[in-house]
């Protein structure tokens, strides 16, 4: 099921593999993320604590998590 944008915190992203873990109310242990997901120019990546927003699929299986993120953005 693919959710609306949410508010969530960054709690860590592997820079050299290219994926992460957001953390939100929305998703309970935790939101996986790709780089491919991070709507920026240029070069994709996000530090631990960054505030971002997100959509995300929910009820799937992707390295351990239940949650996965389809559109990740830098909030302003």
Avoid: N
Avoid at 31 to 50: N, Y
């Amino acid at each position: 099921m693919h959710h609306d944008w949410v508010d969530g915190v960054v709690r860590e992203y592997d820079d050299r593999e290219g994926f992460g873990v957001i953390d939100s109310l929305d998703t309970p242990e935790g939101c996986w993320f790709h780089f491919s997901m991070i709507e920026v120019p240029g070069h994709k990546t996000l530090l631990a604590d960054q505030l971002v927003r997100f959509t995300f699929d929910s009820e799937v299986k992707q390295d351990g998590f239940v949650f996965r993120a389809v559109q990740v953005r830098p909030s302003s």
